[in-house]
């Protein structure tokens, strides 16, 4: 018995709690619409060379915060494109999907968000088992 998680939705819930605490949005907008539509994940390489060049300018300006925006951009959009199959270009590494949900509760933390568990309700149940102890 395995467990299904709906990737696509689990991405889109994390896109949309961040898109109103950040000041540049234009690419989280583009992966909002995206991840309600498989048929465009293909597009997610595209999408990540885009938010890479945007990375390297907030390298050079040394803005953290736009970094950690992009580090989870790039990871969800990297997500996405190994998703749709599509074999060209070569898939990014298997491990993508892994980073999705650390990198999104980094960047929640680095904008400050007083509950960074509240990205994603994948992570409401871990949380109420860790606050309450383990059931006896």
Same mark, same amino acid.
């Given at each position: /018995? $395995?467990? *299904?998680? !709906?990737?696509? $939705?689990?991405?889109?819930?994390?896109?949309?709690?961040?898109?109103?605490?950040?000041? *540049?949005?234009?690419?989280?907008?583009?992966? !909002?619409?995206?991840?309600?539509?498989?048929?465009? %994940?293909?597009?997610?390489?595209?999408?990540?060379?885009?938010?890479?060049?945007?990375?390297?300018?907030?390298?050079?300006?040394? !803005? *953290? @915060? @736009?970094? %950690?925006? #992009? &580090?989870? *951009?790039?990871?969800? &959009?990297?997500?996405?494109?190994?998703?749709?199959?599509? &074999? #060209?270009?070569?898939?990014?590494?298997? !491990?993508?999907?892994? %980073?999705?949900?650390?990198?999104?509760?980094?960047? &929640?933390?680095? @904008? $400050? /968000?007083?509950?960074? #568990?509240?990205?994603?309700?994948?992570?409401?149940?871990?949380?109420?088992?860790?606050?309450? $102890?383990?059931?006896?």
């Amino acid at each position: /018995m $395995g467990i *299904e998680i !709906d990737i696509g $939705g689990a991405i889109g819930e994390m896109v949309r709690v961040f898109i109103p605490h950040c000041r *540049e949005t234009s690419t989280l907008l583009e992966l !909002d619409q995206m991840v309600s539509e498989p048929a465009k %994940w293909c597009d997610g390489h595209g999408l990540f060379r885009r938010i890479r060049a945007k990375t390297l300018m907030a390298i050079e300006a040394k !803005d *953290e @915060l @736009l970094q %950690w925006q #992009y &580090a989870f *951009e790039e990871i969800c &959009a990297k997500t996405l494109f190994n998703l749709s199959d599509v &074999a #060209y270009p070569a898939p990014f590494d298997d !491990d993508s999907p892994f %980073w999705v949900i650390p990198l999104a509760l980094s960047f &929640a933390r680095a @904008l $400050g /968000m007083e509950d960074p #568990y509240s990205v994603s309700s994948l992570l409401q149940p871990a949380v109420r088992c860790l606050v309450s $102890g383990p059931s006896r």
